[in-house]
């Protein structure tokens, strides 16, 4: 019997679109808390990394009661480099919600969500959020949505979508934008979600099929499977077979099965199709793989995601100043913490190299390398992380490299020089747009080594009021030498502390990332030289002692402050022969080869 009280929606947009808010909107609305409960703003981003930098990484489910129905919200991340979970996500469920900013339309994670949740034949809802802000165009934002929808093939009955229009942050909706009275909450669009999202489809009595979409740690109930109920009834206590990615089968028992309610996850008895479920007791199940019925199996297809597109060195930290900050610094517990990723971000694939220290890291995107990078640190870990490189395929017998798909929302004012940037870059313009409001969006095909190192430049030549985002789009022939980085390094020649006197008279060599009293070794990158070649320096020069008397502090007054770089700023900076050491206090940048000869024959090599 069909559980037909149930829905199962995914909220899917571009970064920064409103759908943690919007979701919020819907938590409170909802009566999921109290009126005077104490909550915090976005709550369903968790993670201290998502609260900082105000974008979603990891994706998370919740459920809302209305009425007599119960509603499962997945909250999605918007980021490209995350499209793992992305894909994983919209295996869970029957429908989505594509919220899209009335100003900025549909950007090229629209576009990504869009083509996944198609293939998967999801109705959608398109609800056009943030109708509140000055430049809002919802009519060109329609147009540009339905034209979205014919590029990607979508049939005469997925193009037939309704359309809300949204201000999240007050939770409001209307369905007519002509009519200033039809504003109400957000009731409308949970209506609108019964009526669009088909209930779950699966059989109660048929045989058990549960899909993993995530595996969670939990220090008291061991590895906790997430996943759907695709059909059959599930319960507490039940023998459960394990089916794995390559074929091979297991049993286990459910020694705990819990729902969701809130932001709460409740024990429960039992759990039928279209349940998004928590089971304890299944160690050993992969990312993507299914649980069944012991006895008559019947495993789902593994979901699969798109290949990486680039990968990172990870290795130990054989550094001067090894040891000192880290909990977690060997070889084996680098090692463990990274496969452990892998099993639980199918976005992630982790490589052994000739090297007992080296581990080769394979992800998505810069962003997704920082933000695991950034965890590590935070949990104690000491590593050194070396530059992205970008995959290469040979087809054919040609070398063939990921290009990607960028879009760039700049002032007028500012084209010609992102134009010829990325001009340099190999990139080459497909589309551009102009809105008529000062500011033009243009489409560019760049290879993705083209990226690295980019965004930081972009932001300085638009002076921060440019939108710059990518996709990955396909294998194309390898483009050519791309210029990375076309300034040398200061690099410190010696062990010690940086002492102001040095640096001040070191000046006219460049920009440097040191202040005084901060430790340095042979080997470590302290600056940026003004010129391409690296020059090698002694920061921890003192100066002489005379009968002269001066105030110490009138060298540190004509002292500029040192250049702080972020962690995605350094992945960005480091060429290939350097290395990004990471502690859980600092991060420092160092060549690969601390010993100047070593350098040298590198370099001759």
Same mark, same amino acid.
């Not at 809300?164 to 039809?182: F, K, P, Q, S, V």
């Not at 020069?541 to 700023?569: F, I, Q, V, W, Y």
């Given at each position: 019997?069909?559980?037909?009280?149930?829905?199962?929606?995914?909220?899917?947009?571009?970064?920064?679109?409103?759908?943690?808010?919007?979701?919020?909107?819907?938590? +409170?609305?909802?009566?999921?808390?109290?009126?005077?409960?104490?909550?915090?703003?976005?709550?369903?981003?968790?993670?201290?990394?998502?609260?900082?930098?105000?974008?979603?990484?990891?994706?998370?489910?919740?459920?809302?009661?209305?009425?007599?129905?119960?509603?499962?919200?997945?909250?999605?991340?918007?980021?490209?480099?995350?499209?793992?979970?992305?894909? &994983?996500?919209?295996?869970?469920?029957?429908?989505?919600?594509?919220?899209?900013?009335? /100003?900025?339309?549909?950007?090229?994670?629209?576009?990504?969500?869009?083509?996944?949740?198609?293939?998967?034949?999801?109705?959608?809802?398109?609800?056009?959020?943030?109708?509140? &802000?000055?430049?809002?165009?919802?009519?060109?934002?329609?147009?540009?949505?339905?034209?979205?929808?014919?590029?990607?093939?979508?049939?005469?009955?997925?193009?037939?979508?309704?359309?809300?229009?949204?201000?999240?942050?007050?939770?409001?909706?209307?369905?007519?934008?002509?009519?200033?009275?039809? +504003?109400?909450?957000?009731?409308?669009?949970?209506?609108?979600?019964?009526?669009?999202?088909?209930?779950?489809?699966?059989?109660?009595?048929?045989?058990?099929?549960?899909?993993?979409?995530?595996?969670?740690?939990?220090?008291?109930?061991?590895?906790?499977?997430?996943?759907?109920?695709?059909?059959?009834?599930?319960?507490? &206590?039940?023998?459960?077979?394990?089916?794995?990615?390559?074929?091979?089968?297991?049993?286990?028992?459910?020694?705990?099965?819990? #729902?969701?309610?809130?932001?709460?996850?409740?024990?429960?008895?039992?759990?039928?199709?279209?349940?998004?479920? /928590?089971?304890?007791?299944?160690?050993?199940?992969?990312?993507?793989?299914?649980?069944?019925?012991?006895?008559?199996?019947?495993?789902?297809?593994?979901?699969?995601?798109?290949?990486? #597109?680039?990968?990172?060195?990870?290795?130990?930290?054989?550094?001067?100043?090894?040891?000192?900050?880290?909990?977690?610094?060997?070889?084996?517990?680098?090692?463990?913490?990274?496969?452990?990723?892998?099993?639980?971000?199918?976005?992630?694939?982790?490589?052994?190299?000739? /090297?007992?220290? #080296?581990?080769?890291?394979?992800?998505?995107?810069?962003?997704?390398?920082?933000?695991?990078?950034?965890?590590?640190?935070?949990?104690?870990?000491?590593?050194?992380?070396?530059?992205?490189?970008?995959?290469?395929?040979?087809?054919?017998?040609?070398?063939?490299?990921?290009?990607?798909?960028?879009?760039?929302?700049?002032?007028?004012?500012?084209?010609?020089?992102?134009?010829?940037?990325?001009?340099?870059?190999?990139?080459?313009?497909?589309?551009?747009?102009?809105?008529?409001?000062?500011?033009?969006?243009?489409?560019?095909?760049?290879?993705?080594?083209?990226?690295?190192?980019?965004?930081?430049?972009?932001?300085?030549?638009?002076?921060?009021?440019?939108?710059?985002?990518? &996709?990955?789009?396909?294998?194309?022939? +390898?483009?050519?030498?791309?210029?990375?980085?076309?300034?040398?390094?200061?690099?410190?020649?010696?062990?010690?502390?940086?002492?102001?006197?040095?640096?001040?008279?070191?000046?006219?060599?460049?920009?440097?990332?040191?202040?005084?009293?901060?430790?340095?070794?042979?080997?470590?990158?302290?600056?940026?030289?003004?010129?391409?070649?690296?020059?090698?320096?002694?920061?921890?020069?003192?100066?002489?002692?005379?009968?002269?008397?001066?105030?110490?502090?009138?060298?540190?007054?004509?002292?500029?402050?040192?250049?702080?770089?972020?962690?995605?700023?350094?992945?960005?900076?480091?060429?290939?022969?350097?290395?990004?050491?990471?502690?859980?206090?600092?991060?420092?940048?160092?060549?690969?080869?601390?010993?100047?000869?070593?350098?040298?024959?590198?370099?001759?090599?």
């Amino acid at each position: 019997m069909q559980q037909t009280n149930l829905r199962d929606i995914a909220i899917v947009a571009h970064v920064d679109h409103g759908k943690t808010t919007l979701v919020d909107a819907m938590l +409170w609305q909802s009566g999921t808390f109290r009126d005077n409960e104490d909550v915090q703003e976005r709550v369903m981003d968790s993670m201290d990394l998502e609260r900082e930098k105000g974008i979603t990484i990891m994706a998370k489910n919740t459920a809302v009661r209305y009425g007599e129905h119960k509603i499962n919200i997945v909250d999605t991340p918007g980021h490209a480099d995350f499209g793992g979970e992305v894909e &994983r996500t919209l295996r869970m469920v029957d429908g989505i919600m594509l919220l899209v900013d009335a /100003a900025e339309g549909p950007l090229p994670q629209t576009r990504f969500v869009v083509q996944k949740a198609l293939e998967l034949e999801l109705p959608a809802i398109v609800v056009l959020n943030k109708i509140d &802000r000055k430049d809002a165009r919802p009519d060109e934002t329609l147009d540009a949505i339905y034209d979205l929808f014919i590029d990607l093939g979508a049939d005469a009955e997925q193009i037939e979508f309704p359309v809300l229009y949204t201000i999240a942050t007050e939770g409001r909706c209307t369905t007519n934008l002509d009519d200033d009275d039809a +504003w109400t909450d957000l009731h409308p669009l949970l209506d609108q979600i019964l009526e669009t999202v088909p209930p779950p489809a699966g059989d109660p009595s048929a045989t058990l099929q549960v899909l993993v979409t995530s595996v969670q740690r939990d220090n008291y109930l061991g590895p906790v499977a997430v996943g759907r109920v695709e059909q059959g009834t599930l319960s507490n &206590r039940q023998r459960v077979s394990l089916c794995h990615r390559d074929g091979s089968q297991e049993t286990a028992e459910v020694t705990a099965l819990f #729902t969701y309610e809130g932001l709460q996850r409740v024990e429960a008895d039992t759990a039928g199709p279209g349940d998004i479920v /928590a089971v304890a007791g299944v160690e050993g199940i992969g990312l993507g793989e299914s649980l069944s019925h012991p006895e008559t199996p019947a495993p789902l297809d593994p979901v699969h995601v798109d290949e990486p #597109t680039l990968s990172m060195a990870f290795r130990v930290n054989n550094g001067p100043l090894s040891g000192r900050e880290g909990d977690y610094v060997t070889s084996r517990q680098l090692r463990d913490r990274l496969f452990d990723e892998a099993r639980n971000n199918l976005a992630i694939r982790v490589e052994d190299t000739d /090297a007992a220290d #080296t581990l080769l890291v394979y992800g998505r995107g810069e962003l997704q390398m920082a933000i695991l990078i950034e965890q590590m640190r935070r949990e104690g870990y000491e590593f050194c992380v070396g530059m992205p490189q970008v995959i290469t395929k040979t087809i054919d017998g040609q070398q063939m490299e990921p290009y990607e798909i960028a879009e760039v929302d700049i002032p007028e004012t500012h084209m010609g020089v992102v134009m010829e940037r990325l001009g340099e870059r190999k990139g080459t313009m497909q589309h551009m747009v102009n809105n008529g409001t000062g500011r033009v969006r243009l489409t560019f095909r760049v290879p993705s080594r083209g990226l690295i190192g980019y965004r930081s430049k972009f932001l300085t030549d638009t002076k921060g009021t440019g939108l710059l985002t990518h &996709r990955f789009e396909d294998f194309g022939p +390898w483009a050519g030498e791309i210029p990375h980085r076309t300034t040398g390094a200061l690099v410190a020649d010696r062990q010690g502390k940086a002492t102001g006197y040095a640096l001040l008279n070191l000046q006219d060599r460049g920009t440097f990332f040191v202040a005084p009293g901060d430790a340095v070794y042979e080997g470590m990158i302290v600056g940026e030289n003004n010129r391409p070649q690296d020059l090698d320096v002694n920061i921890t020069k003192e100066k002489k002692l005379t009968n002269m008397r001066a105030a110490a502090g009138e060298e540190l007054e004509r002292l500029p402050p040192p250049r702080d770089l972020s962690l995605e700023e350094a992945i960005e900076f480091i060429r290939s022969d350097e290395l990004i050491e990471i502690t859980p206090k600092r991060f420092r940048l160092r060549k690969l080869y601390l010993d100047p000869h070593k350098r040298k024959k590198a370099q001759m090599a």
